[in-house]
């Protein structure tokens, strides 16, 4: 019921930062919550950050400190600012919405991904 398209992936060198954008059509994401995972080639697709309906923000021990995670409901909109970038977060990056019809974790909505390479 909700399409999600994720955009800004890219080619940055190490240190460098990429903002990824992620634009929901079908319905609000007001009650939803918003996630972004991950997946490099030949691992398992692994948590990133997460924000709830309400604004509250978890992430990865992995990317503490240097990824932020956001939402403007306004323009059906989330967003992942990645700071210090390093090789090891090359990695497909996914968008995920979770309409919290369920007991813990549910993100039934996935978009198609976008490609982050981080050169040394």
């Known amino acids: 019921q909700v399409q999600l398209v994720e955009s800004g992936g890219g080619l940055v060198q190490a240190g460098g930062s990429l903002r990824l954008s992620c634009t929901a059509s079908g319905r609000t994401l007001r009650t939803h919550d918003m996630g972004w995972f991950r997946q490099a080639p030949g691992k398992e697709r692994e948590f990133v950050a997460g924000i709830t309906w309400s604004g509250d923000t978890h992430y990865a021990d992995s990317v503490k400190g240097r990824f932020t995670i956001s939402r403007d409901d306004a323009k059906n909109t989330a967003y992942l600012q990645m700071n210090n970038l390093k090789p090891e977060d090359t990695a497909v990056y996914y968008c995920?919405?979770?309409?919290?019809?369920?007991?813990?974790?549910?993100?039934?909505?996935w978009g198609q991904g976008t490609q982050v390479t981080v050169s040394s």
């Open positions: 995920a919405a979770d309409p919290r019809v369920s007991s813990g974790p549910g993100f039934d909505y």
